[in-house]
């Protein structure tokens, strides 16, 4: 079975830290996970969903420019995973957080992880 499985979302107070792991597993992952490119998205309440970042199979990196400085996402190909490090979080951090694996024609989505910040 096809997964992608978020964890690590809380609630944390302003200025806190939290990180985000997405865990993907099934045969074709094992084939096709180092060379897709790998996404977190988030959802705030009363949201349309954003592209919060990217990490490519070749490792490079983009950010939304609401959270370039504070955030970093990373993978270990090894473990087929994908980490967003959230730091100086906001209370406007608060959303869902879903991760995203694309790589033509596959397009996986993971159930996603709730982040709360109180301010």
């Known amino acids: 079975q096809v997964q992608l499985v978020e964890s690590g979302g809380g609630l944390v107070q302003a200025g806190g830290s939290l990180r985000l792991s997405c865990a993907a597993s099934?045969?074709?992952?094992?084939?096709?996970?180092?060379?897709?490119?790998m996404y977190w998205y988030r959802q705030g309440p009363g949201k349309q969903r954003e592209l919060v970042a990217r990490?490519?199979?070749?490792?490079?990196?983009n950010y939304a420019d609401s959270v370039k400085g504070r955030f970093t996402i990373s993978r270990d190909n090894a473990w087929n995973t994908v980490y967003l490090q959230m730091n100086n979080l906001k209370p406007e951090d608060t959303a869902v957080y879903y991760c995203?694996?694309?790589?033509?024609?596959?397009?996986?989505w993971g159930q996603g992880t709730q982040v709360t910040v109180s301010s």
């Open positions: 099934g045969s074709i992952f094992s084939i096709i996970f180092s060379t897709s490119d």
């Open positions: 990490i490519t199979g070749g490792g490079t990196t």
């Open positions: 995203n694996a694309f790589r033509r024609p596959y397009n996986y």
